[in-house]
C-alpha cells in the first residue's frame, strides 16, 4: 500500500496500454452474460471462431495485467455481509498514517483520497453487522476524527456494466 | 438492509458465493473446478448460480473491469440534494444513463453532509466527466437544491469483496 501512496507512481506505467479488437471485444461484451455453462470459454472462443486456449490466454494476461479484476458474479450488496460506505474528516499530515490503518482491516475493499473536506472515503463490507459497527467504532475511537456513516438505502444504477470507450490512437 | 434476501440462501448457495467472489477459475470448465472445490454436482453449481442471478443476488456475471488501469483516470463521485419525495424517480433517471456506473440513495448528515443521492461518474479526463456533470444537472433542473463533485486524487486500497474468510 506504501508504493500507491506516493503520488508520482500512481499506475503512471498503465498510461498507454493498448488492446486488440479481440480483447477490446473480451472485455467489453462479457460484462454480463458470461456463459453459465460447462465450457463458457469454448463457447466463447465458437462465438468468434476463436481457438479456445487463446481465449483463456487472453483472459488470463488481462487479469494478470490487471485491465479487469475478475471474472465472475457481482453480488447485490448486503445479501451475505453488511457493507457501509464511510467517510472520514482526516488533516493532510495525517492522512497516510490514518489510511494504512484502515487499510489493515481486511473488511475495507475500497479506500479513496478525494476532494473534500470529508477527505477519506472507504467501503466496508464485513461478514455481519455487528462486525461492521465494531470496525466503524474502532476508527472513530483510534482516530478521534469526524466520521460520516453512509449506508446504501437504495441502488437506483441497472448494472449491466460500464461501456467501454476506446481511444482512437 | 430494506430488502433483505438473507433467508432465500442455504448453505450451498453461500458456499458458492464465497468461492466465487474472488473470481472463477480461469480453466476450460471453471464451474467444475468450483464444484470439485466444494465437493459438490457441477450441475448442481450452474443451476445455484442461475437462480441466483434469477433472484437478483447476482446481479450480472462477468468480466469486471479495472476502469482505472484502462484509462479511465478521471473519478468523480457527484453527490446531489434532491427533496426526498422525488429521489426514487430522480436516482432512476440518473442511475439510467451510459456513464453513470453506480447511483444511489444514502442518508444526509446535516448539517455536514446535505447530500442523499450519489452517482459516480469515469471519465478519460476531467473535462469528460465535467461534462458529465452538466448533463446530470441538467437532467435534475430546479430538484437539485446543491451538488457537488468529489474527485478521486489517490487510490489507497482496491480489492474485491472478501466476505467469509475475514473471520
Not at chain 1, 83 to 111: D, G, Q, R, T
Request: charged residues 25%.
Amino acid at each position: 500500500m506504501t508504493k500507491a501512496l506516493d503520488k508520482n507512481i500512481e499506475y503512471s506505467d498503465f498510461n498507454n496500454q493498448s488492446y486488440s479488437s479481440l480483447e477490446q471485444v473480451l472485455m467489453n461484451d462479457f460484462q454480463h452474460d458470461f456463459p453459465l455453462t460447462s465450457q463458457p470459454f469454448h463457447d466463447i472462443a465458437e462465438r468468434y471462431s476463436v481457438d479456445v486456449a487463446k481465449i483463456i490466454a487472453i483472459y488470463e494476461k488481462l487479469i494478470s495485467e490487471g485491465a479487469i479484476s475478475r471474472i465472475g458474479p457481482v453480488i447485490k450488496p448486503n445479501v451475505i455481509g453488511a457493507s457501509l460506505l464511510a467517510a472520514l474528516l482526516v488533516p493532510e499530515e495525517k492522512l497516510h498514517e490514518v489510511a494504512e490503518m484502515i487499510n489493515a482491516y481486511p473488511e475495507v475493499n475500497h479506500n479513496y483520497e478525494r476532494e473534500h473536506k470529508f477527505n477519506l472515503w472507504f467501503v466496508i463490507t464485513a461478514a455481519d453487522e455487528k462486525r461492521l459497527q465494531i470496525i466503524l467504532n474502532e476508527i472513530k475511537e483510534k482516530t478521534g476524527y469526524q466520521l460520516l456513516r453512509l449506508p446504501l438505502e437504495e441502488a437506483f444504477h441497472i448494472d449491466l456494466g460500464f461501456k467501454l470507450k476506446w481511444n482512437q490512437h | 438492509m430494506r430488502n433483505s434476501d438473507k433467508t432465500t440462501l442455504d448453505q450451498i448457495d453461500r458456499k458458492i458465493i464465497e468461492a466465487t467472489q474472488a473470481g472463477f477459475p480461469i480453466t476450460a470448465k471453471p464451474y467444475h473446478s468450483i464444484a470439485q472445490l466444494l465437493e459438490l454436482e457441477p450441475d448442481l453449481v450452474i443451476e445455484r448460480i442461475g437462480k441466483l442471478l434469477e433472484q437478483g443476488i447476482i446481479r450480472r456475471i462477468g468480466v469486471v473491469p479495472n476502469h482505472y488501469r484502462l484509462g479511465y483516470r478521471s473519478n468523480g463521485m457527484t453527490v446531489w440534494d434532491v427533496p426526498d419525495e422525488k429521489i426514487n424517480e430522480l436516482g432512476k433517471k440518473v442511475g439510467g444513463l451510459d456513464f453513470v456506473s453506480h447511483c444511489y440513495h444514502r442518508p444526509r448528515h446535516l448539517p455536514d453532509w446535505p447530500y442523499n443521492l450519489f452517482a459516480m461518474v469515469h471519465g478519460r479526463d476531467q473535462q469528460t466527466t465535467d461534462n458529465y456533470v452538466s448533463e446530470i444537472a441538467d437532467i435534475l433542473g430546479d430538484a437539485n437544491r446543491q451538488h457537488t463533485v468529489l474527485y478521486s486524487t489517490r487510490i489507497l486500497k482496491k480489492t474485491g469483496m472478501r466476505i467469509g474468510n475475514t473471520q
